[in-house]
């Protein structure tokens, strides 16, 4: 009997029952999940949300103070597209030379920390601290495909809409829907609040419309 017994005992051994590994699997799947930094997703996600609300705010508040004091449709779409290409060009060179200089300046101080832990004899760490490292020219593509994106929202609302009121309405609809997405993209994505993201968001949107639409019809009824 107690041989059988050992027997089975190095069976057992030998051949682990099947749901030992589903179960050590799922509980590295849960600690991975748990141990996973958000805050590396900001190298990107920063740029991508940002350029993507500039575009559909820039772009949709340029519009709409176009359509205050012109009612052509084809005068909105070309100041659209214009605005368009000049602002993600603009947010491409902008974020590269801005991250470059982080870049730079964090190199430095990994070079310091180096020569600090050399003179110190304390263990290197450096691979790790340059994985952590932005990236200039993904925050530099993100930035200007985001704004392109976003731009491109009333520019498209615009381009199908031949009544000038109508046309209008459809531009702010379109951006306010689009300012909602991209706010609760950005928070699903970083992990944030999305309720509190995308009123946040929107509300901005909706202030700089406003702001620009009334202006412009302002000057233009002044006569400047």
Known sequence: ??????????????????????????TSDIVE????????????LRAAVLGANDGLVSIGSLMMGVGAVKQDVKAMILTGCAGLVAGASSMAIGEFVSVQSQLDIEL????????????????????????????????????????ALGASVPVLAASFIGQYKLRLGVVAGAVTLALMAFGWLGAVLGKAPTVKSSLRVLIGGWFAMAITFGLTKLIGSTGL
């Open 33 to 44: 999940t748990k141990d996973f930094d958000y805050s590396k997703r900001s190298q990107w």
């Open 1 to 26: 009997m107690a041989a059988n017994q050992t027997s089975l005992n190095i069976d057992d051994a030998r051949f682990p029952l099947p749901g030992h590994d589903f179960e050590q699997q799922a």
């Open 108 to 147: 430095a101080q990994i070079k310091r920390n180096k020569q600090r832990r050399d003179s110190e004899e304390v263990p290197e760490e450096e691979e790790g601290e340059k994985a952590n490292l932005p990236s200039p020219t993904q925050a530099s593509a993100a930035s200007a495909i985001a704004f």
